[in-house]
């Protein structure tokens, strides 16, 4: 075997660590997984999502509000409006600083929707808010059943309360249009411009409310009735029947001591065009009444709870009572669910 003049010179002396090659900046320090514990956190809300940007208020005091980044460490943790948070960082809320988000609290209540009822990808509308204020204009654009229903399912899937707001109650009659939900024990209040909102504003306080309806139906004014200083644009009904965009971002808006004096927030989301329910099933639905789950024990595997014929052993049948009069309204918002493709 022939050598060069190079090997025969290094084969000569002994190697040492000089004869290892280490590139500047790389594995220099050993990497850990170890992550800063942020004792000194402090608790927020998130009030308002912009950009990769996030708005929170600290200890719940609008007041002191600041603007957050999602910390690396959560990487693409999804972040929405009435999440409860820890932040670290600059808290002081001057203009051009930059707070960090490095928590996000389990949440409590979830509003979800999907575009359609095959879309696999959820959008979460809001977190943590108790009740669902479902708002529907008496006309102009006509109001929808299966609007309501979907939004219905979405609630009680979710863990939130529902209540139908209807609006424009001066241009057209709301006992039949209220009479559709009577069974489901569903409160109902009038908000057109001539309603007193003495009603509504007794829901409101001491809860975070989620507002949610059509494009069209009074919501960004009914906000500004509620949160006067709030000044939520409003627009007009296209002559398609259907309304302008005039709300793009959810935001949370604090109530006024007047009307909710043990505090409160109202969250303004954007006009729905479609409410999908791709990702909620009828075990989700039944699971909100504890009288209801507790009898599905005794169902046999893959019931859908909608009794005969389609699940003749449904043991939701030996309810009865209060429970049975539940159990067909609930069977019959399912049954307008599945044969609904309009909304």
């Not at 590139?23 to 402090?42: F, N, S």
């Not at 930059?98 to 809001?126: G, M, Q």
């Not at 829901?203 to 939520?232: F, Q």
């Not at 709300?247 to 006024?256: F, G, I, R, Y």
Request: proline content about 7%; aromatic content about 4%.
């Amino acid at each position: 075997m022939v050598r060069t003049r190079k090997e025969r010179a290094l084969n000569r002396r002994r190697y040492d660590e000089s004869d290892v090659r280490i590139r500047p900046g790389k594995g220099t320090r050993p990497r850990t997984k170890t992550r800063p514990e942020h004792l000194d956190a402090e608790a927020a809300m998130v009030v308002s999502v912009d950009r990769g940007r996030w708005g929170c208020v600290l200890g719940g005091d609008p007041d002191r509000r600041v603007v957050a980044m999602r910390a690396r460490e959560l990487g693409r943790t999804p972040i929405v409006v009435g999440d409860n948070v820890d932040v670290v960082g600059d808290l002081s809320g001057r203009p051009d600083t930059l707070a960090r988000i490095v928590r996000v609290a389990e949440r409590s209540t979830v509003l979800r929707r999907t575009a359609d009822d095959t879309d696999p990808y959820e959008r979460i509308v809001v977190a943590n808010a108790g009740k669902l204020l479902i708002v529907v204009a008496l006309a102009d654009p006509p109001p929808r059943t299966g609007f309501v229903e979907r939004a219905l399912v979405a609630a009680y899937a979710g863990g939130l309360t529902p209540i139908l707001c209807l609006t424009k109650s001066d241009l057209s009659d709301p006992a039949e249009f209220a009479a559709s939900f009577a069974d489901l024990d569903l409160p109902v209040v009038l908000a057109g411009t001539a309603d007193d909102l003495g009603d509504l504003e007794t829901y409101l306080d001491g809860e975070v409310t989620a507002l949610i309806g059509h494009s069209g139906v009074g919501k960004s004014t009914l906000v500004n009735r509620i949160v006067p200083e709030a000044e939520r644009a409003t627009g007009v009904v296209s002559g398609v029947g259907k309304g302008r965009h005039t709300s793009t971002q959810s935001v949370a808006l604090p109530a006024p001591t007047s009307v909710a004096p043990h505090g409160g927030w109202i969250v303004d989301t954007p006009g729905i065009r479609s409410f999908g329910l791709a990702h909620i099933s009828p075990d989700d639905v039944v699971r909100a009444f504890s009288d209801l789950a507790e009898a599905t024990a005794a169902c046999p595997r893959g019931c859908t709870h909608m009794g005969p014929p389609t699940d003749p052993e449904c043991a939701l049948d030996e309810l009865g009572g209060e429970s049975a009069a539940r159990v067909h309204a609930i069977r019959e918002l399912l049954a307008a669910i599945a044969q609904n493709d309009s909304w």
